[in-house]
């Protein structure tokens, strides 16, 4: 029998999700979610007043606010099927990193991308949502959101703020700017969900849940390093060191307290590539995200019921 959530209606406080890029080890926090849905018995889009997510986590948020979406309706989204889809044509074959091109031509991504988001824009999302993005014209973020770009398209958005350097090509969305992965610039949007929701909701205190996609703690040789150029950085993912830094959680942690709840980890087995979806590393990932709920679920739980 489900234990509903008792919120009363009277209640000044707002709740803010946030969702961390990660490609498909985003899958993770769909896991964490899919549990809090069973546990309070409500959708998660109905849980929460704002969403706000970089690169996966973008498109996590575009579905649950934008289209109402459920757990198990985003665990279609992210079946091995799209999964497979979204990362067809690869121009790195051979597995060389002496590449001129995007590893994916983008196609296969988008088509399953307007298979979910047709037509619709920002302005018809179902809750307020926003997803970072880097215009790399102007060379400074830029938040697409339903409240401050509600003409742009919500395939825009979720193309944009997931074209991830290396991975995929730089995104012109409906305005004629060119964008990339927002991860660049804050893989995890907590203080900016934040922010933007006190902007939104200036009476009313604000709580944020914020949801990694791991963390890759494996140990780089200090020495050995000292010595790496592009080539040996890059082999070494580099880009995955640049997303994955702490420092915004512990910012978050200083400036917004105890109303602040990470739920993170380190990746452990899970690969730190960003775009494994064997059937074992998706296993992995599950449960991950399995093992986030049996350490954090209580507190989210707490965190929602205050």
Avoid: C
């Amino acid at each position: 029998m489900f234990k509903y959530f008792r919120r009363s209606p009277k209640t000044n406080t707002r709740y803010v999700l946030s969702l961390d890029g990660g490609g498909v080890r985003a899958i993770a926090a769909l896991v964490f979610l899919k549990h809090l849905e069973i546990e309070s018995g409500q959708k998660i889009v109905d849980l929460f007043d704002f969403f706000i997510g970089t690169s996966a986590g973008g498109i996590n948020a575009l579905n649950i606010a934008g289209l109402g979406m459920n757990a198990k309706d985003l665990e279609i989204f992210w079946s091995e099927e799209n999964l497979t889809k979204t990362m067809s044509k690869s121009f790195w074959d051979n597995a060389s990193f002496l590449q001129t091109k995007p590893k994916y031509d983008g196609i296969g991504k988008r088509e399953v991308l307007y298979e979910y988001f047709k037509d619709l824009s920002l302005g018809e999302s179902a809750k307020p949502v926003a997803v970072l993005t880097y215009d790399v014209e102007q060379r400074k973020p830029r938040l697409l959101s339903s409240y401050g770009t509600p003409g742009i398209k919500m395939l825009s958005a979720a193309s944009a703020t997931s074209a991830a350097p290396i991975y995929y090509s730089t995104y012109e969305i409906d305005d004629g700017s060119w964008l990339i992965d927002g991860g660049i610039v804050a893989n995890n949007p907590s203080l900016l969900g934040y922010s933007e929701a006190k902007k939104l909701f200036p009476n009313n205190q604000i709580k944020v849940l914020s949801i990694g996609a791991g963390i890759n703690r494996r140990k780089i040789n200090g020495k050995h390093s000292s010595k790496w150029g592009a080539l040996s950085w890059f082999k070494h993912d580099i880009l995955g060191i640049m997303l994955e830094s702490s420092m915004f959680d512990e910012i978050a942690t200083d400036l917004i307290g105890q109303d602040y709840l990470r739920v993170n980890s380190s990746t452990g087995l899970v690969n730190r590539r960003m775009d494994d979806n064997s059937e074992v590393n998706l296993e992995r990932i599950h449960l991950m995200g399995m093992d986030w709920w049996t350490e954090f679920g209580a507190q989210a739980k707490k965190f929602l019921n205050t």
